[in-house]
């Protein structure tokens, strides 16, 4: 799931007041697809490379300079309506050797066709048990904020789409490199239909991840190149 946040609460706008987000389909000139109405929007996620049934549970571990990171990530039983729709709630908590670091709720959509939009998220970071800042949260219709997709229905190697946008705040944004991909973790080895993304934010120029999606269990590795190839791991997935 996405990790930043700054909280903003004022009252949502409609979708249709957004416009549009970035998602290219990999052909030059493609048409940007304007962000779907609310009435075509449902907190029921089931495209299977980002899939989030209440209850369903992912544990992450990654060896980092500071020490063992921990990530453990939860589709919670209920909804947050945003920008006049019901999104998905889910949960993860990040800790550095047994100390939460960071603390997150995410929300998501999906429309009809199978995409899998990012409405927002309310994130605190943690020092010695105490929050010392929102950084980098946003909630689309919220002071220009737009949501992003986080997976297309279909996912095509050279698809390229932002994932939020929040201009100084929330800039991430993917390109799919291959579908066709392999992971092998602690959770599991997968192979041949795993979706490989390049994840960068212009805001942060010098990190650039390596992200893979199996299908059925959603994120299983994430590589950070300019961390000397350090690696966060699937090590649980639990389903309801």
């Known amino acids: ?50 899939p989030l049934a209440p209850g369903e549970r992912w544990v992450y571990e ?3 300079a500071d020490g063992l ?3 453990v990530v939860e589709v919670l039983p209920e909804t ?6 019901e999104a998905v709630v889910v949960h993860d908590t990040v800790s550095l050797e047994g100390q939460v670091i960071e603390d997150t709720y995410d929300w998501y959509a999906q429309d009809r066709a199978g995409n899998v939009w990012y409405l927002g998220e309310d994130t605190h970071e943690y020092e010695h048990g105490v929050a ?34 929040l201009r100084g705040v929330a800039e991430d944004r993917a390109e799919v490199l291959s579908v066709h991909a392999s992971a092998r973790v602690p959770a ?9 993304t390049n994840d960068i934010n212009p805001l942060e120029p010098d990190v650039v991840e390596h992200k893979r999606y199996a299908k059925d269990v959603g994120l299983v590795l994430e590589v950070t190149l ?8 699937l090590i649980e997935h639990t389903t309801p």
Do not use: C
Request: avoid cysteine.
């Open 1 to 50: 799931m996405q990790h930043r946040s700054n909280l903003q609460r004022a009252a949502a706008a409609t979708i249709t007041a957004i416009g549009t987000f970035a998602l290219t389909a990999g052909v030059s000139g493609a048409r940007t697809p304007p962000v779907p109405s609310p009435s075509e929007l449902s907190s029921r996620v089931d495209n299977p490379y980002f």
């Open 226 to 233: 300019s961390s000397g190839g350090e690696r966060v791991e």
């Open 132 to 165: 010392i800042n929102a950084k980098g949260a946003w909630e689309a219709g919220v002071d220009g904020a737009k949501p992003g997709i986080v997976m297309p229905a279909h996912p095509r190697a050279g698809d390229r789409y932002r994932q939020e946008h």
């Open 80 to 85: 947050k309506r945003v920008m006049g729709t």
């Open 188 to 196: 599991g080895t997968y192979r041949g239909d795993v979706v490989k």
């Open 62 to 64: 990654g060896q980092t």
């Open 69 to 71: 990171e921990r990530t």
